[in-house]
Structures are given as structure tokens and as C-alpha cells.
């Protein structure tokens, strides 16, 4: 028989790991490939990046690509395996009314978590060296009611991002939006800083007293150790981009040597075997059903 993708929910997967004193780890991926690399190394769950579902289509982060085209990228991940995606899907790709849409179209697809941002659409990436204006609180808090109203199952797992100090703004103004955010029935927070050092963070930690789950991306501040994030009070960590910068990391070598060599035998010991990526394909168990 194929072996289904079954996924537990993200808010499953998080009950467990906050009952046992630890927390959530992510991986960002953009294709269910990536995902399922995650998975076997480990992680808890895949975080469907939009830098990386844009960058694989070599494409700014930037609101360029449509809700269908990241849903396609996430529910192709999600059916590859047996841990949840918790979906990046940036600032909701509208209003109110595409808020409500995309999480009737992300249940649909098996999606058991979403992250939705409060800066105002069309967002930048949160790197970008530019204004990363916030909507109003309260517009912001109404595209989550409507996010909780539109959701079918119990399970269904909406994670309120604030970006206040990505915009410059202060820890108190992070605090205060999240705070408004639970009211409005957010089920977890995401508090991303771009500082070296999560020292930010720890800040907002210190004072949210783990009113709801937070989730962090430690891209900029690297040397967080996760056991010091989860006493700091941290239920989740998502890695969002490393996989990427490693796969740009080696194909940029590999090609570069195939181009200088004109032959690949140094590059054999390196690089993944073909029967390697017939196991991840599941190539046996589709061959079984030929016999069937
Ligand atoms: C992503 O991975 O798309 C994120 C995290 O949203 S960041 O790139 O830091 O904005
Ligand atoms: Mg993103």
C-alpha cells in the first residue's frame, strides 16, 4: 500500500513539545523535496517559506507571487509528508475578505497552520533594507477575527506575526500589538527581529510571560542555542532559510566544478547518489503497485 501522508496538526505537534518542556523546531523548505529532507533529519514541522517559494522561482519576496501560487508550493509540501507545514502566507494577500479566503483554501489543502503578518500588502521581505510599514492594530486584529471565523476545524492554528521591530518600532509597541492579537484570537505570536542578537526578544520574552505560544526566527541573531530559546520561553523556532542558502551554497559549487573539470568523477563522493533520490521519491512503493 503507498504510505499516506498523514500529519498530525501543527497544534498537536506544539501541545507535545510544550508538555515536554521543549519546543517546536522548523524548517523552512519551498518544495515538498526540501521538506521531506527535513523531515528525515528531524524537525518537527516545515515552515513554507515565502522567501524560498519566491526565491525558487527567482522572484522577489515581495507579494509578486498570488496565494494560489504559494498554496500550490505549500499543499505540494504538505502531501509529501508526515509532519505539518505551518504556511508563511505574508499579510493575508489582501483584506479581510482574501484573509478568509486563503484559510478556506489552505484547510482545504491540509494546511493545519498559517502565519499572517501585519504589515500592510504589498509586503517586503523583512531584510530588505527598506519601509516595512505595519497596518493599524485594529485592522490588523480584524483580519485575525476573520481568520478564526473562517477556519472549519477545531485544529486550524493561526499565528499573529508582528513585524514592530522590523518597522523600527519598539519592544513596548511589539508587546502591545501581540497582546491585542491573542484578544482578537490569534493562537500563537511570532515576534521576528533582525538585530545580531536576540536581545529584542528576549525582551518582548520577558515581559509576555507566555500569554500564548511564541514563535521566533533566529536568521540574524544565528547563535541562540534552541535549550536557551526554551527557557527563555520560546515554543517554537523556525529556521527559515538555511536549507536554501545551502542549496545555493552547492549547486553554485557543483556546477562550477562540472564547468572547470569538464568531468564530474571528483564530484561523485559529494554529491547525493541517484538511487539517493529514488528512495526519496519512494520509488519502491510506487513500483509495488505494478505488481498489485
Ligand atoms: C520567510 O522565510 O519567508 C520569512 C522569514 O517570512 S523572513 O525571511 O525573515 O522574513
Ligand atoms: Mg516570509
Not at 497544534?11 to 522548523?26: D, I, P, T
Not at 515538498?32 to 515565502?50: I, K, Q, T
Not at 509528508?81 to 505574508?90: E, M
Not at 484578544?183 to 538585530?195: F, R, T, W
Request: hydrophobic share 45%; net charge negative.
Amino acid at each position: 500500500m503507498l504510505k499516506s501522508a498523514l500529519h498530525p496538526s501543527f497544534r498537536s505537534v506544539l501541545a507535545a513539545r510544550r508538555a515536554a518542556g521543549s519546543a517546536v523546531r522548523v524548517a523552512g523548505a519551498h518544495d515538498a523535496l526540501g521538506g521531506r529532507l527535513a523531515e528525515a533529519a528531524g524537525f518537527d514541522a516545515v515552515w513554507a517559506s515565502s522567501l524560498e517559494v519566491s526565491a525558487a522561482r527567482c522572484l522577489p519576496d515581495a507579494s509578486v507571487l498570488t496565494m494560489t501560487e504559494y498554496l500550490e508550493a505549500a499543499a505540494n509540501t504538505q502531501k509529501a509528508l508526515g509532519i505539518p507545514v505551518v504556511a508563511d502566507v505574508d499579510t493575508g494577500y489582501g483584506n479581510n475578505l482574501n484573509v478568509a479566503h486563503m484559510v478556506r483554501e489552505y484547510e482545504a489543502a491540509g494546511i493545519t497552520a498559517v502565519a499572517i503578518e501585519d504589515k500592510q500588502f504589498p509586503k517586503m521581505n523583512s531584510f530588505v533594507a527598506t519601509s516595512h510599514t505595519l497596518l493599524d492594530t485594529d485592522t490588523f486584529a480584524s483580519k485575525l477575527r476573520v481568520a478564526k471565523q473562517a477556519q472549519r476545524t477545531e485544529d486550524f492554528f493561526v499565528i499573529a506575526r508582528t513585524e514592530a521591530l522590523i518597522d523600527g518600532l519598539g519592544v513596548e509597541v511589539a508587546l502591545e500589538r501581540c497582546h491585542a492579537y491573542v484578544d482578537a484570537g490569534a493562537d500563537g505570536v511570532l515576534v521576528h527581529s533582525k538585530k545580531p542578537t536576540n536581545e529584542q526578544v528576549l525582551a518582548f520574552l520577558a515581559e509576555w510571560q507566555d500569554r500564548a505560544p511564541v514563535v521566533v526566527v533566529p536568521t540574524t541573531y544565528p547563535d541562540w542555542h534552541i535549550d536557551d530559546a526554551v527557557k527563555a520561553g520560546v515554543s517554537t523556532v523556525i529556521y527559515a532559510n538555511q536549507g536554501l542558502r545551502a542549496t545555493i551554497r552547492a549547486l553554485r559549487e557543483t556546477f562550477s566544478t562540472i564547468v572547470d573539470q569538464g568531468a564530474t568523477t571528483e564530484l561523485e563522493d559529494r554529491i547525493a547518489s541517484v538511487k539517493d533520490i529514488f528512495a526519496l521519491q519512494g520509488l519502491a512503493e510506487w513500483q509495488e503497485l505494478e505488481s498489485a
